[in-house]
């Protein structure tokens, strides 16, 4: 379904931010279907989250290397337009780029409250 209403409406989603992720399961399998980076957020990160990080790439390989998965720990303060979220990989990733909030995001809120502030 993902895919007719990319296509449809002329988008490309390149990036999921999974916001309170909990263990982080639904974001890496989407990422997975889709081959998508993600962006996980929490306020603790969780052992379940290195657990099935470590599980998928025991299975699929450069699709959940550091360069594509980021997790960002901490409370958030967001502005309420979302446009200042944003990610950076872990000390061991190659690349240095910072997965941002932009037109080609997918954001998740699954796990918690999204909340706009006033």
Not at 30 to 52: C, E, G, K, N, T
Not at 82 to 94: E, I, Y
Request: charged share 25%.
């Amino acid at each position: 379904r993902m895919h007719r209403t990319r296509r449809r409406q002329g988008r490309n989603i390149t990036a999921i931010h999974d916001l309170a992720c909990g263990h982080g399961l639904v974001g890496l399998l989407l990422a997975l279907r889709f081959d998508l980076d993600v962006a996980s957020y929490d306020l603790i990160r969780r052992p379940a989250y290195d657990a099935f990080v470590g599980a998928f790439r025991d299975v699929c390989g450069g699709l959940f290397d550091d360069d594509r998965l980021y997790f960002s720990e901490g409370d958030f303060n967001l502005d309420p337009n979302l446009n200042r979220l944003s990610a950076t990989p872990p000390a061991t990733a190659t690349s240095t780029r910072v997965l941002a909030l932009d037109s080609e995001s997918l954001v998740l809120c699954i796990h918690g409250w999204l909340v706009k502030r006033v």
